[in-house]
């Protein structure tokens, strides 16, 4: 039994050492090189949204909403979608959204639309925080429905003990159909 004992305590004198320096050697890899990650992604113009909006008459009717918003509030919503350092994404109405909607020009929008219901489909049209591209939006399925993100319209405020929650109306994204005007 002494003599087990003493090939055990031998054996594990020499196993602990050389398990110590097999760890050791295999931690010393070298790791791969980091890939950096780029953000926001690019959207592959050289064009900002509120350029685009400022010199394609396309958009004239919303320029023209923007512009009244402005007057009103004071915020200058075509400087916000210039602005490259934020990050946004904007679905905005051109000119044949609006006239499917019942507003053939802007003087139909302007003399019918009360202010509060135009800022909200000016704000309706933006995504704060959040850059998506077509291509990722996916078509809704069981397993993937569609993606919710808040806009800028402000709904209310719940009140709370703590600070108060701001409460945001939301848009659906989804690719359900190709009618787009």
Known sequence: MKQNTRTINSISKWCL????ILILASCNKSLPDATPILYPPGNNSDISIGSLINTDTTYSIFK?????YQAA??????AQLSDTDKIFTAFIPNN??????GFP????VNAFVPLTSLAAILQYSIIPGVQYLSSDVATPTISQPNVQ???LVNIGVLPSP?????VQLSTFLSKTSNFFL
């Open 17 to 20: 050492p050389v398990a110590v």
């Open 149 to 151: 993100l808040p806009t």
């Open 105 to 108: 020009n802007w003087d139909v």
């Open 162 to 166: 703590a600070p108060p929650v701001k």
């Open 73 to 78: 509030t004071k915020v200058d919503l075509i």
């Open 96 to 101: 044949a959204a609006f006239r499917a909607s």
């Open 64 to 68: 023209s909403a923007a512009a009244k």
